[in-house]
DNA sequence: TCGCACTATGCAAGCGCTTACATTGCGATT
DNA sequence: AATCGCAATGTAAGCGCTTGCATAGTGCGA
């Protein structure tokens, strides 16, 4: 029936042709149906699906000076932390007719910075990005281009930024809290490089925060390390040799937890009859852990799912969002227990 | 010294003015830098640098016809099993000249259909996917649009398409025959849905073919489940009301795995003494598992540096490469045991 | 000295879409 | 019946870049 398909992709003007009205109102139709009449607008989407036309990006993205696509810069997709987040930001943002471009930092300040530009030279329409710290010449950058930032995973209203995240140096406190109340005095914590990094910084702080508020506690002895079990397991053994009275060894993420315990086992100390160890972000195998391990529940979900919604909105209409808290639990499990007696 | 600054983003035509020369050279300049002389060169780049230049995507992928942005679907972050290889893709691809567009698709064919269509709508010059098995009018789709696309995460080299991956239903032979090699006769396999999953499929396969090699085994009991450690363990003791006396479970992957363990300890059962339990992927916690498990090491970032290469490469040149097959590498740890005198 | 091959640069035509503005047609208002 | 307002559609001007072709400049052999 049909003469030979067409030797390319069919354009706007093609579908116009069919349909027998104008480019704009094809353009019209796609974008805001209700401003054309309902017969035209059969017509129309008849033309589009018989010819299969599927708008071009490039052109879109020249003349509407948008391209629904918003950039993320995660640290890392190797540890489930950040992808599990990721992954309910993708599919929000999915939701919301928006496409995620998508870009790894390896914890790397100068690398982060690299990719922030590409992704604004890629066309994203907005940002997310994970915690503060940052030269403020980029954000001088960002603001330039009008493209519109939330950080995530953190939550700290005296920022000029707004932000979806949770209170990571309230979360550690509250989790110190509970250790001391099992009665242990002699601390210890391994945590994640501190500098260019607001949210590992905050969770040491938390320690220190709730500590401060028990007198007779011994000095914190703080290891800090790159994220790992492997790492966790070294920065063990390294503050069983400087501080072996150690009862409670308090860890930045459940990785390093992990690591501790299985170097505690390997050291002969049984958690948490000899030690306690407690993680952050209680992983899935968190629970499966032996013992099972008291950690801090964090919102990755709800964080994601907010964070496609807030930037959304804020691309669309421009505004600004207040900055969003979301609650973190502590799960309590095996691996803390009471102080032993000394 | 300098004037107001210009109240927009500047274009190439500023930096041509300024460089005093034409835009076509400005864009030579930036694409082809040899086909300029030293010195206008020079003269461009001050003036990019001065100005804060930085191309307008929309435009130059409109003229272009190209974007330089791979897509990639996957069927979850939310494991890390993906996420490792993307991680190691994503970082490859930058190191290309090549930005990362991503989706999920929930491991749902509709979903994934609706991705693919929304990548391509999006701009993406190619496109990495995972697996075969997918309705053939989407390839058609792919290639009226001459999107190149590279399948990973498998080994077929009968299928048309080049992908770059490893061989599941060989890797889960062998992970058999060592399973067998320990006297096992019983065996039972927890699967993840093999429906639009050629993946899980081979894996199964692959334990009937060496079960086939050897004559006194008993019929294979097969529990298809979603991935995940509670599903595992579910399905671990659904394999046991079955089959008690089952003695070792093979599951396709290490959540499954991890789940089963956890169910047999629940169930007073001794791994590996009482039964033996193997998984697949290699996930940084089998070998902190208690036994660790004995699991199929899958080179996620070999994969995805592959993928990365071979992609761009069909996308610039146009070539499609030849499959590539990648080893995997049985990992025997204990989890792993001689079969129980019955 | 002339012509030729070749290189460096400019000119200008799009790429396919959005959108401000213009036009048309029709019912309602006076 | 003339006028006005409004809804539906058309007209056409870009958006900022790439690239085929044209042009000018340069060095070299004859």
Redesign the pocket.
């Known amino acids: 029936m049909d003469g030979p398909p067409p030797p390319?992709?069919?354009?706007?003007?093609?579908?116009?042709a069919r349909a027998?009205?104008?480019?704009?109102?094809?353009?019209?139709?796609?974008?805001?149906p209700?401003?054309?009449?309902k017969?035209?607008?059969d017509r129309i989407l008849e033309a589009v699906k018989h010819l299969g036309?599927?708008?071009?990006f490039?052109?879109?993205a020249?003349?509407?000076?948008r391209t629904d696509t918003i950039g993320a810069i995660i640290p890392t997709m190797d540890n489930s932390i950040f992808a599990r987040g990721l992954q309910a930001f993708q599919t929000a943002l999915v939701d919301h007719g928006m496409t995620l471009l998508l870009a790894s930092s390896s914890y790397r300040r100068d690398l982060e910075e690299t990719q922030i530009r590409t992704l604004v030279a890629r066309g994203a329409d907005g940002l997310l990005l994970i915690g503060h710290d940052r030269d403020p010449a980029l954000y001088d950058f960002l603001a330039r281009h009008t493209v519109p930032v939330l950080v995530s995973w953190v939550f700290d209203p005296t920022q000029p930024r707004p932000s979806v995240g949770f209170d990571n140096r309230q979360a550690m406190a509250e989790m110190t809290h509970r250790v001391l109340a099992q009665g242990h005095r002699r601390l210890a914590t391994i945590s994640g490089y501190t500098s260019d990094n607001d949210r590992t910084r905050d969770r040491v702080a938390g320690v220190r925060d709730a500590m401060a508020e028990v007198p007779d506690c011994a000095p914190l002895n703080v290891v800090e390390t790159r994220y790992g079990i492997e790492t966790g397991a070294r920065a063990f053994a390294q503050i069983l040799a400087k501080t072996p009275e150690t009862t409670a060894v308090i860890c930045g993420n459940d990785l390093l937890a992990l690591g501790a315990m299985r170097q505690a086992r390997t050291m002969g100390l049984r958690v948490p009859q000899d030690i306690s160890i407690t993680g952050f972000d209680d992983m899935e195998i968190a629970v499966i852990a032996d013992p099972p391990l008291t950690t801090v529940r964090v919102p990755h979900g709800d964080m994601g799912r907010q964070a496609a919604s807030m930037l959304t909105e804020m691309v669309r209409s421009g505004t600004t969002p207040d900055t969003v808290a979301l609650p973190c639990e502590i799960m309590e499990r095996g691996s803390l227990g009471p102080a032993p007696r000394s």
């Open positions: 390319r992709v069919p354009t706007l003007a093609d579908v116009a027998g009205v104008s480019t704009a109102t094809v353009s019209r139709c796609l974008n805001a209700d401003r054309v009449q017969d035209t607008r036309y599927s708008p071009n490039g052109a879109r020249l003349a509407a000076k």
